[in-house]
């Protein structure tokens, strides 16, 4: 009920009206830079949609620096890379609540690029999409790797995060631009840490994400 909470659920309606004529099941979440606040966002999003009583998944799909599961406390064993081993998504899917699931990043793989663009992984998603109602995938930053890239391509929608006045406005340009040269469907972006004088309104806006 708090004003932090109304802005994550404002940030799911965005979504879900960014596409009318199109369902958005399968979003990523990614930023220019490390530390901007696109591991919370990814969380709290992933929190209002169950809470809205969605069968939600959240997916840890930074192979080299994994964070989600710092954050609910759980084992980063199998998960991505253990369905790359198994290929059972039971196996590799760790239950948070009645209607959060959490799949992590799990043991280090060699050449994560390569594996995210297998067709092993498009599978995996596929699978993932029968099962359920909203997918929210946390990507590595756009300035580190070309993972998010090779993300967007089998997601329905990419969500850019951005912080206020530090993230620099030609490198979120270029990420941007780059996300759609590679075809992502970018349905805007979340502004984080932001305070009440940033604020056009200065009413109960102020909401801080961290990383």
Known sequence: RSSVSEQYRKVRTSIDFSSLDKQLRVINMTSANPGEGKTVTCINVATVYSQAEKKVLLVDMDLRKPK?????????TGGVSGYIQD?????????????????????????PSEALGSNLIKDMMEEIRKEYDIVIIDCPPMTAVTD???????????????????????????????????????????????????????????YYYGE
């Not at 989600?68 to 980063?76: P, Q, T």
């Not at 290929?87 to 050449?111: A, R, W």
């Not at 490198?171 to 056009?200: E, F, M, P, Q, Y």
């Open 87 to 111: 290929k059972s998504l039971k196996n590799n899917i760790q239950e948070v609540d009645t209607y959060l699931h959490v799949m992590v990043s799990g043991e280090k793989i060699p050449f």
């Open 148 to 206: 998010a890239s090779i993300i967007s391509n089998f997601s329905d929608g990419t969500v850019f995060v951005l912080v206020s006045r530090s993230t620099n406005r030609d490198v979120a340009r270029n990420s941007i631009k780059l996300l759609n040269n590679h075809g992502a469907n970018v349905l805007g972006a979340v502004l984080t840490k932001v305070s009440k004088r940033d604020s056009a309104y200065g009413m109960d806006y102020y």
């Open 68 to 76: 989600i599961h710092r954050a609910f406390d759980l084992s980063n």
